[in-house]
């Protein structure tokens, strides 16, 4: 689905500041895949529900080649999307896709699955991001599911200053976005800004929300953030939204969601609410029951 009307801008009165700017970590993940992890562990509790956010791109081969091989999941939903590249994933609740430029994989983990994401290429670009979304202690155990949506099917809109904007979760500007989560109730936009224009967005008071620039450069009030950097936009009480100011032609992610205010506790691929549920995650992956 898509969408070609001009709308009009979100009134925001009062706009969100930016709390810090975050470079993240280069680290090594999967087999042997270099990325950037900017929402690291210790950003749980300040952008709950998120709670990992990874960014890739390379036009070297041996950075990604070697991808994610079967790994197992369990607690929680992964957003990954794909700017470029080809990378095919398959679980053991018998689901497989492939996802290219431009496209997002949603996957509820629940109760768990073992899958993996391969590289279906041996050069050129690949590029994206993986979201990890946090799961309510109510729906950690939940049947698994899975989707694949093209880059046809992700509903967008063009604002009346030129902003050209993908809605992957959530709803903008009236827009609805191709997946919405009630507890979490996640935002997730691309917004592609030219030189010059600003794009305004409304962002319920009190859920935690940040972007992320990987095309030029951007500034929310006196605040610069440039290329490659996460912004954690604050919770002041009275704050409505965001402005987001476009210094040079921009792409930027925003993210937003409502906090769960749970316990959150983690081993690796696994994420529940207690030391106990850790252990008997990984009870169940030794003993062959996770991903049946």
């Known amino acids: 689905m898509t969408q070609t009307q001009i709308l009009p801008s ?19 993940d999967g087999a042997g895949v270099k990325i ?13 529900p998120f709670l990992m956010f990874d960014a890739f791109g390379s036009d070297q081969a041996h950075d990604y080649i070697a991808g994610f091989p079967e790994h197992p999941h369990r607690g929680f939903e992964t957003v990954s999307y794909m700017i470029a590249g080809r990378m095919r994933h398959k679980d053991s609740a018998g689901h497989e896709g492939l996802l290219s430029g431009g ?21 050129g670009v690949m590029e994206g991001f993986q979201l990890w979304l946090n799961l309510p202690a109510r729906d950690k155990l939940c049947q698994p599911w899975y989707r694949d ?13 030129g902003a050209m904007v993908l809605v992957i979760a959530g709803s903008s500007h009236g827009v609805e976005g191709a997946v919405r989560r009630q507890v979490t109730e996640p935002l997730y936009l691309d917004i592609d800004l030219p030189a010059g224009a600003t794009f305004s967005q409304a962002l319920p008071e009190g859920h935690n929300a940040f972007i992320h620039v990987f095309r030029g450069a951007v500034s929310i009030g006196e605040k610069a953030v440039p290329s490659s950097r996460m912004a954690i936009l604050g919770n002041t009480a009275g704050t409505d939204g965001v402005h987001i100011h476009a210094t040079e032609a921009s792409r930027v992610l925003l993210l ?3 906090p769960l205010n749970e316990p959150i506790a983690q081993y690796g691929p696994f994420v529940m609410n207690t030391q106990a549920e850790i252990s008997e995650a990984i009870k169940d992956f030794r003993e062959g029951r996770l991903g049946e």
């Open 103 to 123: 496209s997002v994989q949603w996957m509820t983990a629940g109760r768990g699955v073992i899958h993996s994401e391969m590289p279906e290429q041996e050069a």
């Open 256 to 258: 937003c969601g409502r």
């Open 149 to 161: 949506f093209t880059h046809e099917q992700l509903p967008r809109f063009t604002t009346e200053h």
């Open 36 to 48: 950037n992890r900017i929402l690291t562990q210790g950003l749980q509790r300040r952008l709950d």
């Open 10 to 28: 979100d009134r925001v009165q009062h706009g969100r500041s930016i709390e810090r700017v975050i470079s993240g970590q280069a680290v090594m």
